[in-house]
């Protein structure tokens, strides 16, 4: 706004002394807006293509970092290293031609200012001569012009602050207005006076958003009655999970409804209709505070007595009660202080606190031992009494007492009923899946693992010595690693400072890029000196006779003319050079830092 204002206000007042100069070098403004337009332009396709680049070499990063052990456990650390410095070659080459463009870009925008300026002194001379106007008029009317000309140059730094703004905000404006599913919601759902827990699928036909040429479901129809239990079975990638996700609204099907009592849950409110489903996952999601905490993510103002029932119904409360702190422990970073089968125990009461209608169970006890397996399933029979549930299973014997027993092949239902009945069939592929699994050599557990009738009763004395010992051992190591992380705290403010020698070495590789930039980013500054000669000679040659006027303001127009030229080079040149030493030396760092 500062430069905008100066501009404004220099060519008010050249336009209020001697209107003819100022219109003259009015007309070339346009070439002025042409050029940084187009340099806006392909700057922001540019910066975007950088950003992308960064967003797709962070996520290698995180992926890599996130699986280090397994990572470090088959050697591939190399490769690893190799496909992260890849994706950053890709910002590399964007940032170079940023850079390039960046330098033509506002070595045109000078370019333009020095043409001006020579037609400039070029016409005022005429002015002069044909006494439209004293010397000193023409010359306040040129400074008036010229520096509203600069302004528009001086302000060419700052658009690339708003041609990056505008590169970052495409993608938060896309996401802060795109149609999602709580949005529709918010907006027209409604709330049902009562639950039964009918749920149906009717023709749902779906695929996931990021795959949509891959059909997941077509014309896909599933009754689940109230109050029973209604297991999923069939390979991986049958569309087992996928039941689960339309019934939770993460996704919305493409085609079909969803109806709960009658109702498509399209239509109704969908705050409350999580409330109503409890969700147990394979893996459970707890985060970095305490037991309590996580328990009351499933209801906000749960109070500690429906938190303590909550946990008696997971079987939870027994080895929560054996912990120093009892509720207020402590989880740690994705539950890392506990074992599988005390996280999914905290995940069960989290899911019930809220005593919802439906339970929904993805493949809840497929990822833990014999042990915890058999006692994470007893709590779960317990919760499942009186609930509409639906089960996700890989382990075929924890189903065998299901209500209704769906085989899901390739994204539709091929066969239902209970085991008795498809089990007696030997063609069935039900049976087939029974007999694979039994037979399988890699079978972790023997067939008659726990099912979803057995007693309620199970022995927690093995578990919880494991425990007690296991929670000493990381409440041990969470004190040591407190004492090292105070050790480095200590060591990192001994080392802060960092020796400009240091910072120097970073750069030595691409030495010569900042010699060339440095000496081409001097020639550029001396464009200002350059103007001010021109003008001041021009202004004494407008004193002369008319032939030594003529023959001085030719010299001072070409001499702006070869700056005009010269000024696209050495901004180009400039630009590119600490451009590629900047990404270079980013690649460098990001390299050293992920090795």
Known sequence: MHYISRFIAGFSIGFARVWQISLVTLSIVPLIALAGGIYAYVATGLIARVRNSYVKAGEIAEEVIGN????????????????????????????????????????????????????????????????????????????????????????????????????????????????TVSKTSSKTGRKLSKVEGNIELKNVSFSYPSRPDVVIF??????????????????????????????????????????????????????????????????????????????LYGKDDATLDEITRAAKLSEAITFINNLPDRFETQVGERGI??????????????AIVKNPSILLLDEATSALDAESEKS????????????????????????????????????????????????????????????????????????????????????????????????????RSEKDSV????????????????????????????????????VTALIAGAQMPLFALGVSQALVAYYMDWETTCHEVKKIAILFCCAAVITVIVHAIEHLCFGIMGERLTLRVREGMFS
Not at 77 to 96: F, I
Not at 337 to 350: D, F, M, N, P, V
Not at 483 to 504: E, F, N, T
């Open 483 to 518: 004492s090292r992380a105070g050790a480095d705290a200590i060591d990192a403010g001994k080392q802060s400072y960092v020796s400009p020698g240091r910072l120097y070495s970073m750069i030595g590789p691409d030495w010569y890029y900042g010699v060339f930039g440095t």
């Open 376 to 475: 994470v399933q007893e709590a779960l029979d317990r919760v499942m009494v009186g609930r509409t549930t639906v089960v996700v299973a890989h382990r075929l014997s924890t189903i065998r007492n299901a209500d209704v027993i769906a085989v899901v092949q390739s994204g539709k239902i091929v066969e239902t009923g209970t085991h008795d009945e498809l089990i007696s069939n030997p063609n069935s592929t039900y049976s087939s899946l029974v007999q694979l699994q039994e037979t399988s050599p890699l079978q972790r557990y023997p067939s008659q693992g726990p099912t979803l009738s057995r007693p309620l009763s199970v022995s927690y004395s093995r578990e919880l010595s494991r425990t007690r010992t296991s929670f000493g051992a990381s409440f």
């Open 337 to 350: 202080q506990l074992s599988g089968g005390q996280k999914q125990r905290i995940a069960i009461s989290r």
């Open 68 to 179: 280090v052990r397994t990572v470090q456990a088959f050697a591939g650390e190399e490769r690893a290293v190799k496909s992260y410095k890849d994706a950053l070659m890709n910002t590399y080459t964007y940032g170079k031609k940023a850079g390039l463009t960046k330098g033509l870009g506002l070595g045109s925008l000078h370019c333009v200012l020095f043409v001006s300026w020579a037609l400039l002194v070029w016409f005022t001379s005429i002015v002069v001569h044909k006494n439209i106007a004293n010397g000193g008029d023409s010359f306040t009317t040129m400074l008036n012009v010229v520096i509203s000309g600069l302004s528009l140059g001086q302000a060419a730094p700052d658009i690339s602050a708003f041609i990056r703004a505008r590169a970052a905000a495409y993608p938060i404006f896309e996401m802060i207005e795109r149609n």
């Open 218 to 295: 077509d014309r896909f129809c599933l009754n689940i009655p109230a109050g029973k239990i209604v297991a999923l079975v069939g390979g991986s990638g049958s569309g087992k999970s996928t039941v689960i996700s339309l019934i939770e609204r993460f996704y919305e099907p493409l085609a079909g409804e969803i109806l709960l009592d009658g109702n498509n849950i399209k239509d109704l409110d969908l705050k409350w209709l999580r409330q109503q489903i409890g969700l147990v996952n394979q893996e459970p999601a707890l985060f970095a505070t305490t037991i309590r905490e996580n328990i």
